[in-house]
C-alpha cells in the first residue's frame, strides 16, 4: 500500500537559513509526487509536483524538490526562508493508473520562523 | 477566476441534526474529492469521485455521504453528526492525465 512519511513534525529555522524539509514514500512504481503549503487558516497550495523527466523540479515561491527514487524521497528545499514561509508543509503522492486522482499525504511538517 | 468554492466556512451544529456542506468548481474538473484535516492525522479521503455519478469511499468514510449529479458540484452529506467528526473539511478537484488536485478553501465543523 501507499504511504508517505514526513520525519519532521515540526522544524524551526532562522529567517536567510536554508531549508530542507524530508519526504519518504512507499509505492511500487514511481509515483506522481506533490508539495503543498498551508498557511495559517488557509486552504492547500501547490508548490511543486514531479511527474517525469528531470528529477529536480522547480515550484512557485523559490522552493524546489529532488525526486531521488533510489531513497524513495522527496525533499523539499529552499535556500534562504522569510518569514512568510511559516506555514505547514505537506508531502503527497499520487497513483499511476487505477485509482488515479487520489492522493495519499504525509502528516505534514509544521515550518517556524525565528527572525 | 478557476475556483474551488466551499460553503459554509464555519459551522456549529448540534449532535444529530443533518448537515451539508457543499463545494463546487468551475474548471471542468472530472474528479473531485473530500478530506478531513485533524491534528497529528494530516488530511485523511473521505470519498472522492471519478465523474459525474461516480463516488467511491475513501478512506473515513462512515458517517458521510456524498452526491456527484452533476460536474461541477460535490456536496458531503452528514446525516446524524456526531462530535468526533468536528473538523477541518477540504474539498478538492482535478484534473487531467496527472490529477493535480485544486483545494477549496476549508469548512471548520464542530459538532457538539
Known amino acids: 500500500a501507499q504511504s508517505v512519511t514526513q520525519p519532521d513534525i515540526h522544524i524551526t529555522v532562522s529567517e536567510g537559513a536554508s531549508l530542507e524539509l524530508r519526504c519518504n514514500y512507499s509505492y511500487g512504481a514511481t509515483p506522481y509526487l506533490f508539495w503543498y503549503v498551508q498557511s495559517p487558516g488557509q486552504g492547500l497550495q501547490l508548490l511543486l509536483k514531479?511527474?517525469?523527466?528531470?528529477?529536480l523540479v522547480q515550484g512557485i515561491k523559490g522552493f524546489e524538490a529532488e525526486f531521488k527514487r533510489s531513497q524513495s524521497s522527496f525533499n523539499l528545499r529552499k535556500p534562504s526562508v522569510h518569514w512568510s514561509d511559516a506555514a505547514e508543509y505537506f508531502c503527497?503522492?499520487?497513483?499511476?493508473?487505477?485509482?488515479?486522482?487520489?492522493?495519499?499525504f504525509g502528516k505534514g511538517t509544521k515550518l517556524s520562523v525565528k527572525p | 477566476e478557476a475556483q474551488v468554492t466551499q460553503n459554509p466556512r464555519y459551522l456549529i451544529t448540534v449532535t444529530g441534526k443533518k448537515l451539508t456542506v457543499t463545494c463546487s468548481q468551475n474548471?471542468?474538473?472530472?474528479?473531485m474529492s473530500w478530506y478531513r484535516q485533524d491534528p497529528g492525522l494530516g488530511l485523511r479521503q473521505i470519498y472522492y469521485s471519478m465523474n459525474v455519478e461516480v463516488t467511491d469511499k475513501g478512506d473515513v468514510p462512515e458517517g458521510y455521504k456524498v452526491s456527484r449529479k452533476e460536474k461541477r458540484n460535490f456536496p458531503l452529506i452528514l446525516e446524524s453528526p456526531s462530535p468526533n467528526q468536528t473538523s477541518l473539511y477540504f474539498c478538492a478537484s482535478a484534473s487531467g492525465v496527472h490529477y493535480e488536485q485544486y483545494f477549496g478553501p476549508g469548512t471548520r465543523l464542530t459538532v457538539t
Open positions: 503527497a503522492v499520487g497513483a499511476r493508473g487505477g485509482s488515479q486522482g487520489n492522493l495519499i
Open positions: 514531479y511527474f517525469s523527466g528531470d528529477t
Open positions: 474548471m471542468n474538473h472530472e474528479y
